[in-house]
């Protein structure tokens, strides 16, 4: 990996070809099988695989070509989740909120076949990828169990199952999405108890992506969460997020968002790289990984990939400038 300094990373989904956007599309209305739907997100992964290589990315993700809804594919996996009415989620997107109807159990593993498929297609590591306890529970509604706390710790226990078979596969880095967690401030106990059980016997580099909300309501707070990274979208906010560490030290391996991925246009390499050197000055350079704010699946390919290719130049940029400041004159 590069020298092990500034090491970049995507959040874990990028946009579709439309390829297989039409054959899910074809699926849903069953005019294609579920072997013909696997093949073309296996030739998708693969292309995604080999596009991040091509990038110069570090430390790569399977792009989740099979997922839709990042809560709705995990709900239709366990036992004890049900399909609810359609909800929108952003612009005129909509999903299925899923209910928790009855105890949540896990009866095989969900995503591990995915990681050790992408994982067999490159040398680079291949994070494994999971939606947290807290968001779960947060984007479903809950029948089944007494308290908000209750449906969490199940939850936890799903996706500990889960987060340790990823790691038994070879998973060197391991991401808990909890981009709900700023949803209810007052519940952040809950989503830190919730990733204790998640995270506890892990040897893995453990991750936690948080985008877009309040998240100086959570902070210091989340600092708290059993993860060795917070992985935050800083770009669309303009890294003001970064001021609340001149009060409260961070004291994590921050993976740095410098893209806006809700905008077609993509920054120039200068201002992504600005955004590396403000990330800088609050974490050290083995510390820091730069990356898009948020997942790609919104965008295009091409815009997805050209939206890595600059967080890869920024880098390099910096790269280079640290480089020189460490040689002596």
């Known amino acids: 990996m590069s020298d092990q300094v500034l090491l970049t990373t995507t959040v874990g989904s990028f946009g579709k070809p439309d390829y297989l956007q039409k054959a899910r599309n074809a699926n849903a209305r069953g005019k294609l099988g579920e072997s013909e739907l696997t093949e073309l997100e296996r030739k998708a992964t693969e292309e995604w695989i080999r596009r991040q290589e091509r990038l110069d990315l570090d430390i790569l993700v399977d792009g989740e070509m099979y997922r839709g809804d990042m809560v709705a594919y995990f709900a239709e996996r366990l036992d004890g989740f049900r399909l609810g009415g359609l909800v929108r989620s952003y612009g005129n997107r909509y999903y299925h909120k899923p209910i928790i109807a009855s105890k949540v159990a896990r009866p095989k593993p ?26 779960m529970l947060d984007w479903s509604y809950n029948e089944a169990y007494k308290t908000r706390r209750d449906a969490a710790l199940a939850l936890a226990e799903v996706v500990r199952q889960e987060a340790e078979d990823l790691e038994a596969a070879g998973a060197k880095y391991i991401q808990i999405d909890e981009p709900a967690i700023h949803a209810r401030p007052e519940e952040i106990e809950i989503a830190i108890e919730a990733m204790g059980v998640v995270t506890q016997n892990l040897k893995a580099k453990t991750v936690s992506h948080i985008c877009y909300g309040d998240f100086a309501a959570i902070y210091p707070k989340v600092l708290e969460l059993p993860v060795d990274q917070l992985d935050l979208a800083m770009a669309n906010y303009g890294y003001r997020w970064l001021e609340l560490f001149d009060k409260d030290p961070f004291t994590k391996e921050l993976a740095i968002g410098i893209v806006d991925v809700h905008t077609h246009e993509t920054e120039t390499v200068a201002v ?23 997942g790609l699946k919104t965008r295009s390919v091409d815009e ?3 939206k890595c290719r600059v967080v890869v130049e920024a880098t390099k940029l910096v790269r280079k400038e640290l480089a020189r400041q460490a040689t002596p004159a």
């Open 110 to 135: 969900m995503t591990v076949d995915w990681f050790r498929f992408s994982q067999s297609l490159t040398d680079r590591p291949v994070k494994g990828m999971l939606t947290g306890p807290y968001t």
């Open 304 to 306: 997805s990939e050209e």
């Open 272 to 294: 992504a790289a600005e955004g590396i050197r403000k990330g800088l000055r609050y974490v050290s350079k083995e510390r820091l990984l730069p990356h898009p704010d948020c």
